[in-house]
């Protein structure tokens, strides 16, 4: 249970993330899945909202080579069926509909780059703040030598799933994660409001846009 009882933290709805990507040489990472799942805490306990996944297509001259087809399993046959980054990236940002959020990832650097690169399909994640599960860690967890996904949950005895490197399993580990960082680090004094988690493992949009107004009537999905 998350003892925390900041109105702040309590008001925002968290969005935790995560990409695959191909790293081609000379140019940058090119997102081929992304999996976002939503909740909060304000029953003091993680309460999911919604959460999302899919595939993308990358650039016809972005070649998926075995390493990648060994880490992740996603062979090219199956990205070449995919939607392209942009329309997958438009598809998730309209999700976002009910503000304040925070963006949680492992690595947020990452992440925000990813998505910033993305802009001007996802302007509303382009322009969320985003919490860094790695620098959090190195906050509660001083002792760890590293502070890797696999290492962090290990020390936590968080079991890894053979899907280990796919976007979605990658994200659940970060929501059990990210739990236990806010219970953790209450119960020993390293904070205890949003602002302290902003300040120890905030990291900045990296391009924010214009949000554009929200005049749908339907119900968030985040």
Same mark, same amino acid.
């Given at each position: 249970m998350?003892t925390?009882?900041d109105?702040?933290?309590l008001?925002?709805? %968290?969005v935790?993330i995560? !990409?695959e990507?191909?790293t081609?040489?000379g140019?940058?990472?090119?997102?081929i899945?992304? @999996? @976002?799942? *939503?909740?909060s !805490?304000?029953?003091g306990?993680?309460?999911e &909202?919604?959460? %999302?996944?899919a595939?993308?297509?990358?650039?016809?001259?972005?070649?998926? &080579?075995?390493f990648d087809?060994?880490?992740t399993g996603?062979t090219?046959t199956v990205l070449?069926?995919?939607?392209?980054?942009s329309?997958v990236?438009a598809?998730l940002? @309209?999700?976002? &509909? @009910?503000p304040?959020?925070?963006?949680?990832?492992?690595?947020?650097?990452?992440?925000?780059?990813l998505i *910033?690169r993305?802009?001007?399909?996802c302007?509303r994640? *382009?322009?969320?703040?985003?919490?860094?599960?790695v620098?959090l860690?190195r906050?509660?967890?001083p002792?760890?030598?590293s502070h890797?996904?696999?290492?962090v949950l290990?020390?936590?005895?968080?079991?890894?799933?053979?899907?280990r490197?796919r976007a979605?399993p990658?994200?659940?580990?970060?929501v059990a994660? %990210?739990?236990r960082l806010? &219970?953790?680090? *209450?119960?020993t004094?390293?904070w205890s409001?949003?602002?302290?988690?902003d300040?120890l493992?905030g990291?900045?949009?990296k391009?924010?846009?214009q949000?554009?107004?929200?005049?749908?009537?339907?119900?968030?999905? %985040?």
């Amino acid at each position: 249970m998350v003892t925390l009882d900041d109105p702040a933290l309590l008001g925002h709805t %968290f969005v935790v993330i995560d !990409f695959e990507a191909l790293t081609p040489k000379g140019r940058p990472a090119e997102p081929i899945e992304v @999996a @976002a799942v *939503a909740g909060s !805490f304000r029953t003091g306990h993680w309460a999911e &909202t919604g959460r %999302f996944s899919a595939l993308m297509r990358p650039p016809d001259d972005v070649a998926v &080579t075995p390493f990648d087809v060994a880490q992740t399993g996603i062979t090219d046959t199956v990205l070449r069926a995919q939607r392209p980054a942009s329309q997958v990236m438009a598809a998730l940002d @309209a999700r976002l &509909t @009910a503000p304040p959020y925070r963006l949680v990832a492992h690595h947020a650097p990452t992440e925000a780059g990813l998505i *910033a690169r993305q802009h001007e399909h996802c302007p509303r994640l *382009a322009a969320t703040p985003l919490l860094c599960t790695v620098r959090l860690a190195r906050v509660a967890y001083p002792e760890l030598r590293s502070h890797s996904l696999d290492t962090v949950l290990h020390h936590l005895g968080i079991p890894l799933p053979a899907n280990r490197h796919r976007a979605l399993p990658d994200v659940e580990l970060t929501v059990a994660l %990210f739990g236990r960082l806010l &219970t953790d680090g *209450a119960a020993t004094d390293r904070w205890s409001t949003l602002a302290d988690l902003d300040r120890l493992g905030g990291v900045p949009p990296k391009r924010a846009t214009q949000v554009p107004a929200d005049t749908s009537t339907q119900q968030p999905l %985040f």
